[in-house]
């Protein structure tokens, strides 16, 4: 598991702040281009003095493609580590080829199952496999495994109460998985499931993933499954993943991608993962740490943008070459004037940014560029 050192955190209320832009402001902020580094360089953004908590627009334009061509491709962690390769962010393929060594498994969204009669079931979504992607990213990166998550998609209750009825159906299901992994050499698959049954059938989909997990490991198949946080975002609730659930599908699974990110999405305007929420997840699912090495903390390289009508992640346009706050858009960083708010012991950041032709002060949310350097 990765390993965290848990700070104080403290969840910021923010009032949106009138603000309009006058003629000059708007010559000025058009006119503004930053510069920005091409070449690689041969010192990591450590030794750069780039790890800072107060890194600047200007800083994070020049530097951003400005990897350390030496160790850009070193594997500092010690434990798994998962990857997503998601539709929002194709350059991720360009990232994986690039930086494949600094990963275990990269998971490509790419694959749904759907059933379509008595034991009969169908992927899709092949045709956005890329062998030759494939093949680059292993030729780079040796000991690699690639594992596309794989969705249940359109799944009704009944499609779900008459599998979990049926040790045919089961077989049927892990078979044509199986099958689909061979076909077209895949290491194993990252199962999202649990969210859609809520808290219901949890003993059925226990068995059900206890019978995944046997068929794949017999076919050297890896089975890595996401799961929700176990305590609810802003109470002290449990989720709908539990101690209970965790103790009897870790001995079988191989890890567990831990979804401890989009804290606030419902809450209003907050931080996206606040460390001692993180921590909660993880105490409460293996409180004596027996388990630990198979837990994939979740983190998210985007930020939140919550705006007078909107709520919607921030997306970068550009390689996260740098941990974030680069993966804030660098149009963005390039063309608005940025106002910077910090609290000194909360690992998130705001950026208030006046916007051309906007009245309404914006709130963009993201994660704390020295918590990544924590993990």
């Known amino acids: 598991m990765k390993c965290i050192c848990?700070?104080?955190?403290?969840?910021?209320?923010?009032?949106?702040?009138?603000?309009?832009?006058?003629?000059?402001?708007?010559?000025?902020?058009?006119?503004?281009?930053?510069?920005?580094k091409t070449r690689h360089s041969n010192q990591a953004v450590q030794e750069r003095g780039l790890v800072v908590t107060d890194p600047t627009a200007k800083d994070i334009v020049?530097?951003?493609?400005?990897?350390?061509?030496?160790?850009?491709?070193?594997?500092?962690?010690?434990?798994?580590t998962l990857g997503y390769i998601t539709p929002w962010n194709s350059h991720g393929y360009d990232i994986a080829k690039t930086?494949?060594?600094?990963?275990?498994?990269?998971?490509?969204?790419?694959l749904q199952v759907k059933r379509r009669g008595k034991e009969n079931f169908q992927v899709i979504g092949l045709h956005d496999v890329d062998q030759?992607?494939?093949?680059?990213?292993?030729?780079?990166?040796?000991?690699?495994?690639?594992a596309p998550r794989i969705l249940f998609e359109d799944w009704s209750y009944h499609d779900f109460e008459t599998v979990f009825g049926s040790e045919d159906e089961i077989e049927e299901l892990s078979n044509t998985m199986i099958q689909?992994?061979?076909?077209?050499?895949?290491?194993?698959?990252?199962?999202?499931?649990?969210?859609?049954?809520?808290?219901?059938?949890?003993?059925?989909?226990?068995?059900?993933?206890?019978?995944?997990?046997?068929?794949?490991?017999?076919?050297?198949?890896?089975?890595?499954?996401?799961?929700?946080?176990?305590?609810?975002p802003g109470t002290s609730e449990l989720g709908m993943f539990t101690k209970?659930?965790?103790?009897?599908?870790?001995?079988?699974v191989d890890s567990f991608s831990l979804m401890t990110y989009d804290y606030s999405s419902q809450l209003g305007s907050g931080p996206n993962a606040p460390l001692p929420?993180?921590?909660?997840?993880?105490?409460?699912?293996?409180?004596?740490?027996?388990?630990?090495?198979?837990?994939?903390?979740?983190?998210?390289?985007?930020?939140?943008?919550?705006?007078?009508?909107?709520?919607?992640?921030?997306?970068?346009?550009?390689?996260?070459?740098?941990?974030?706050?680069?993966?804030?858009?660098?149009?963005l960083l390039k063309e608005m004037e940025l106002q910077t708010l910090w609290h000194i012991n909360v690992c998130v950041k705001c950026q208030g940014n006046k916007e051309i032709q906007a009245i309404q002060m914006d709130i963009k949310?993201?994660?704390?560029?020295?918590?990544?350097?924590r993990i």
């Open 99 to 110: 930086f494949g060594n600094k990963f275990t498994t990269i998971s490509p969204v790419w």
């Open 62 to 80: 020049l530097e951003h493609k400005s990897y350390c061509a030496t160790k850009g491709r070193e594997h500092f962690f010690k434990g798994e």
């Open 180 to 232: 689909i992994a061979k076909s077209e050499n895949f290491d194993g698959f990252v199962l999202e499931i649990w969210n859609q049954l809520g808290n219901q059938k949890q003993t059925d989909l226990i068995h059900l993933l206890t019978h995944f997990s046997e068929a794949f490991h017999e076919e050297q198949l890896k089975l890595l499954l996401v799961i929700p946080p176990g305590v609810m």
């Open 277 to 331: 929420w993180v921590q909660a997840c993880i105490e409460m699912l293996d409180p004596e740490s027996k388990w630990r090495k198979k837990i994939l903390l979740g983190l998210n390289f985007y930020g939140m943008d919550y705006s007078s009508n909107i709520r919607d992640p921030i997306v970068g346009n550009s390689p996260f070459l740098l941990p974030p706050p680069t993966c804030m858009p660098l149009q």
């Open 132 to 146: 030759g992607w494939m093949k680059e990213v292993k030729r780079n990166a040796k000991n690699i495994k690639i």
């Open 6 to 36: 848990i700070g104080l955190v403290f969840a910021l209320a923010f009032q949106f702040v009138d603000a309009t832009l006058s003629k000059t402001d708007l010559k000025k902020a058009s006119s503004k281009t930053l510069e920005e």
């Open 365 to 373: 949310i993201y994660c704390k560029l020295k918590l990544f350097i």
């Open 244 to 252: 209970k659930e965790f103790d009897q599908l870790a001995p079988v």
